[in-house]
């Protein structure tokens, strides 16, 4: 299989261990109300009771509905102090992604795998999905959201140089590059108010955006390759 980004579209302009980036907590929320409305909402109409979640490359909130019970929340992140502070996860560890892409946990063992706004940090995501695949149950969702905001010098080449909609594209991409994953879903929302003038203060809220994707049974996706 060819690889989907050339190694240009890995870099970063910040080229040293995301480690030490995230060495410092960050105690905020790096997207506005709107957009963690949204994506609470989002869980509760696509997440059940009692279900086993993966919240990667999570913080010190995972957004979940506080409504909901579920069987076990497992973190990931890079900055332990964010994780302990977030109190819908039952467990959580500590790794960088970009040096290591090999998940501690076992085959088929989530019902769920989130991602939130984390994903433009990835420079290996075929490598990073097929793992997702991989703790998946069959029948269970990956879920990926991102706004327009990143820190500009951690997110790869391919993301920062792309328009929302080839980012969009990019994720369905991830999804599609291992085998398996059933057809994506996209859910866009784009902002009504230009960027420029997001950031002078004049509304339109972050643009919401959502890739979906269902690890399908064995059976289905052996039919769906052949």
Not at 114 to 136: C, D, G, H, W
């Amino acid at each position: 299989m060819n690889a989907l980004l050339e190694s240009h579209q890995r870099t970063k302009l910040d080229p040293n261990s995301d480690t030490l980036f995230y060495d410092v907590p960050r105690f905020v929320t790096h997207v506005d109300d709107g957009f963690i409305q949204q994506l609470t909402d989002l869980y509760r109409d696509r997440l059940q009771l009692g279900m086993r979640i993966f919240d990667m490359m999570s913080s010190w909130v995972s957004h979940l509905p506080g409504d909901m019970d579920f069987n076990w929340v497992e973190g990931h992140g890079l900055n332990g102090e964010e994780l302990a502070k977030n109190p819908q996860l039952n467990h959580y560890f500590v790794q960088n992604l970009n040096e290591n892409d090999r998940l501690p946990l076992e085959d088929q063992s989530f019902d769920a795998v989130l991602n939130t706004v984390s994903v433009q940090y990835l420079q290996y995501p075929e490598a990073v999905f097929k793992e997702i695949y991989r703790v998946l149950k069959p029948g269970g969702i990956a879920i990926i959201s991102f706004s327009n905001r990143m820190f500009y010098q951690k997110a790869i080449a391919a993301w920062r140089d792309g328009s929302e909609a080839q980012r969009v594209h990019l994720v369905k991409q991830y999804f599609q590059s291992v085998p398996g994953f059933g057809t994506p879903e996209i859910i866009s929302r784009p902002a009504t108010v230009p960027i420029m003038m997001q950031m002078l203060g004049l509304g339109g809220g972050d643009p919401f955006y959502a890739v979906i994707a269902e690890r399908m049974e064995p059976l289905v996706a052996q039919a769906t390759s052949a």
